[in-house]
């Protein structure tokens, strides 16, 4: 899972590990130490109809319903999200790079667009 913070958006990018262990277990968690803290970002399931996020000490819950997880594990849908709070969310699928990169990307979906 990785995670990108711009101004007062929110943005997940999942693997298809992520997606799969996200519908199987119901979250998904990660830390990055930075000097004597550690900043914990989360995935949750609720059964609410709407991705809402929460800010409570150095975690950040993102709470996602489980109709969007388990759409995002049966379909082609890319991703959710939602800008009517303070934070803009969006969840997606994390895709193969179209051009060369140095990261390992063997557990990322398929470009859609490489084939155009």
Same mark, same amino acid.
């Given at each position: 899972m990785k995670i990108r913070i711009k101004g007062n958006s929110l943005r997940y990018r999942l693997t298809k590990s992520d997606v799969a262990k996200l519908g199987s277990e119901g979250h998904l968690e990660e830390h990055t130490a930075f000097a004597g803290k550690? /900043?914990? &970002? #989360? #995935?949750?399931?609720?059964?609410? %109809?709407? $991705?809402?996020?929460? &800010? =409570?000490? %150095?975690? #950040?819950? $993102?709470?996602? *319903?489980? #109709?969007? =997880?388990?759409? /995002?594990?049966?379909? %082609?849908?890319?991703?959710?999200?939602?800008?009517?709070? *303070?934070?803009? /969310?969006?969840?997606?699928?994390?895709?193969?790079? /179209?051009?060369?990169?140095e990261e390992d990307q063997s557990d990322n979906f398929p470009n859609p667009l490489l084939n155009k």
């Open positions: 550690t /900043l914990t &970002y #989360i #995935i949750v399931t609720t059964n609410n %109809d709407t $991705l809402t996020a929460d &800010y =409570i000490g %150095d975690k #950040i819950v $993102l709470n996602m *319903p489980k #109709i969007m =997880i388990d759409e /995002l594990n049966t379909t %082609d849908k890319v991703g959710f999200d939602d800008r009517n709070g *303070p934070v803009s /969310l969006l969840v997606e699928k994390d895709f193969t790079c /179209l051009d060369q990169v």
